[in-house]
Every structure is written in structure tokens, then in C-alpha cells.
């Protein structure tokens, strides 16, 4: 079809939504003048049927997914945020549960170009807790009504794998209708299963990345992605309920690379999902990268409800970061959790992954008091309760 004036191609999709919908693509010619608006309502109105078509069959393509991450709209995030909400709420109702973290050590043997614990970082401040410190922070937790705690840290060789089993044998002793879980990175089988047998619930441990060649630009040659792919493998084999996840905008990260996660955990279906986006920090070589997205953050928390809506997806403490009202609007976009810290406070300020970590000085109970007034002030209710994945 001739039109007046300057001419540019564009692919229409028409749709007929009479029950069945049939997309039928026509080729036109159209003036540029009608171009943009044009273009605007047909991206949105096809980016809405692959979010009604994830929430029917619960994937999609890798070239649906890229589509996805490249033109969606901000009403496109709200229209995804709606129905993961609605879906969270028909598995989780109004409940959000807690996780009281601990931050046991920030000795790390690795060089994660991204992390503020990296061996290379002479800047920071090492230190570790005890044994005893740890089951006072636990104490301190129960108190507060948190039944799940996350003993986390770097990669500290000083803990050994009997002494991290005593220290969960001990927490599930004290706290038998808690749950643990543990954040301490790569590991072997055998370790996996010494910490499963002496009573480990849990295990997160994000892939950061499903695309090997985006992994190798983010981590030093000693790492490597089939070892943790392995050791997300394992970890599921052996009973425990697993976390993977992603960081959203770190540096090369591509729509590619976004959609090899959505493809990744789609199939690979952890019982928990960490997504935040990334964060700088002033003392590791991408100090001068800039900040991913909150928007797709939220975005990504929506789909991955959508995709598997029995997930416990954390609304992030980086969430929380980049925005004030983050981890609201986080849960908002489909999230269940929230992750206070119950490491003492004054070590609090020396776990930094990266840069201008919220909530550093509050004590446990300030924390605790906080989030449920956050969640108060949304319609949600913050519960006593382990929360255990649910499996519908």
C-alpha cells in the first residue's frame, strides 16, 4: 500500500481476540508520522499476549523472551505485576514470610569481579563469627518470630564442613520448628550431603548467569560455570530445597543472557529464586559500572511467578537498596519474602557486597518492626512460620 509522504516498512500484527485469538501479520507501508504510535500499540499489545501466554503454559520461546526483555513497556511490567500478584496471592495468600540472616564471615578465597568480599579487595575489614555468635544471633532471631534462618558467607576455608555441620546440628537442636539454610557457595557432593544429613533445609546459591560465555566475564579463570550448574544439580538431588538467581544488569548482560536465565530456571524449577538487580561496589574492577535496572528487576520477579508460581522469590535487600519503597513494590511484582539481617550490628557494615547496603545499623527488632509495617502499609502480613516451598 502507497502512502504519502516519507515511506517505512513495518510489520503489523492484527489480531482478532474473539475467544481463540488468530494473529494474522500483514506487511504495510506506512508515513513515519504514524509510525511511532503505531509501532508503541502493537509492541504492547503482542508483548501482552506473551505474558498471558507465560501465564498459561509457563514458558515461552528464547526469541519470545528476548522480544520481551527489548521492548517491554512500563505498562507491560504492570500488567505482568498484576497477574503475579494474583497468582502469588492464590498459592501464598497475603502471607510474607521472613528469613533472618546471618552473616557468619566475609572471608572469601574467590575474585567475583562484581563482589565488595572479593580476596582482592585489601579495603575491607575481615572478620567472623563464632560459633556461639551465631546461635545468639538465632536466639535473637526466634524472639523476633523468624523461623528460618540463612547462614551465609564467603567461601571461608576456616569453616570447615564438620564445623558447619555442628553449627546446624546445634540451631536445629535449640529451634526444632525452624528451618536453616545455607548461602556458602561451591562445594563439593560430599560436603552438600555431610550438611543435609546433620539437618540443612536449604541451600541457596545463584547461577548469576546461565550464559557460560557472560559467567566467564564475571568471574575470575579459577571459576567455572559447569562447576556451579554442578553444584545446583547436586544440591537438588540430595532433597534440598534450592535457590538459584540472577543478577539483573550486571555488566555484558544481554536480553540473550536474560532469556537463557528464564530458559534456565524453567527447566532446572528452584524451589526459591534471589533476583536483584546489580550493584557496584567502589572496590572491585567494576566500580564504575552502572546500576541495573529496578524496573526489569521487578519485571524478572514478575515472570518468574508467572512461570513457576510456587516459587519463594525474596523481595531483595538490593531492591531495597536502589529504591526506598523496593522490596514494597517488590512484593507488589509477585515476591513472598523478605530477608532481614540478624548479624550483630557491629559487623554489619564490613558484608558489603556492594555499595550503600541498607539497614546496616538497625537492630534485629528495629528490622523486624519495620518490614511489618512495610508490608502493613501494601495489604500484606509479615508470619510467623518457616515457609516452606509449597508444591501444588
Not at 560465555?213 to 534440598?240: A, F, P, T, V
Request: aromatic share 10%; with cysteine.
Amino acid at each position: 500500500m502507497k502512502a504519502f509522504g516519507t515511506e517505512v516498512e513495518v510489520w503489523l500484527l492484527c489480531s482478532c481476540c474473539v475467544r481463540n485469538a488468530v494473529a494474522l501479520v500483514f506487511l504495510y507501508r506506512l508515513p513515519w508520522k504514524y509510525n511511532s504510535e503505531m509501532k508503541e500499540e502493537i509492541v504492547m499489545s503482542s508483548n501482552k499476549q506473551l505474558i498471558d501466554k507465560l501465564h498459561e503454559k509457563k514458558g515461552l520461546t528464547k526469541d519470545e523472551w528476548i522480544q520481551l526483555f527489548e521492548s517491554y513497556t512500563e505498562e507491560d511490567r504492570l500488567y505482568a505485576a498484576e497477574k503475579a500478584r494474583a497468582v502469588a496471592d492464590s498459592v501464598y495468600g497475603k502471607d510474607v514470610y521472613i528469613r533472618g540472616i546471618v552473616e557468619f564471615s566475609n572471608v572469601c578465597p574467590n575474585n567475583c569481579l562484581y563482589c565488595g568480599l572479593r580476596a582482592g579487595n585489601k579495603n575491607i575489614d575481615r572478620y567472623r563469627l563464632d560459633e556461639d555468635d551465631i546461635m545468639e544471633c538465632c536466639r535473637d532471631g526466634y524472639k523476633y518470630g523468624f523461623r528460618t534462618f540463612v547462614l551465609q558467607s564467603g567461601e571461608d576455608p576456616h569453616f570447615t564442613t564438620e564445623m558447619i555441620c555442628r553449627i546446624v546440628k546445634r540451631i536445629k537442636e535449640e529451634f526444632p520448628d525452624c528451618a536453616v539454610t545455607l548461602s556458602i557457595g561451591e562445594k563439593s557432593y560430599e560436603d552438600y550431603k555431610a550438611y543435609r544429613d546433620a539437618g540443612a533445609d536449604r541451600y541457596l546459591l545463584r547461577h548469576e548467569t546461565a550464559n557460560e560465555e557472560h559467567y566467564k566475564k564475571l568471574h575470575s579463570e579459577s571459576m567455572s560455570w559447569q562447576n556451579r550448574i554442578r553444584c545446583l544439580r547436586d544440591l537438588k538431588s540430595l532433597g534440598y530445597q534450592v535457590g538459584c538467581g540472577v543478577m539483573i544488569g550486571s555488566p555484558y548482560q544481554t536480553s540473550e543472557c536474560l532469556a537463557d536465565d528464564m530458559i534456565f530456571m524453567g527447566e532446572f524449577k528452584p524451589e526459591m529464586i534471589g533476583l536483584g538487580p546489580f550493584l557496584p561496589h567502589s572496590d572491585t574492577p567494576f566500580r564504575d559500572e552502572p546500576k541495573g535496572s529496578y524496573e526489569t528487576t521487578l519485571f524478572m520477579i514478575s515472570l518468574c511467578r508467572l512461570m513457576l508460581p510456587e516459587a519463594l522469590i525474596p523481595a531483595t535487600t538490593a531492591l531495597g537498596t536502589i529504591r526506598g519503597n523496593g522490596r514494597e513494590q517488590g512484593v507488589l511484582a509477585g515476591a513472598n519474602v523478605i530477608m532481614p539481617n540478624l548479624s550483630p550490628v557491629q559487623v554489619r557494615d564490613k558484608y558489603m557486597l556492594y555499595d550503600n547496603k541498607i539497614c546496616t545499623g538497625d537492630s534485629s527488632s528495629e528490622c523486624r518492626g519495620c518490614i511489618e509495617n512495610r508490608m502493613e502499609s501494601i495489604g500484606y502480613k509479615v508470619v510467623i512460620s518457616r515457609g516452606d516451598h509449597k508444591k501444588l
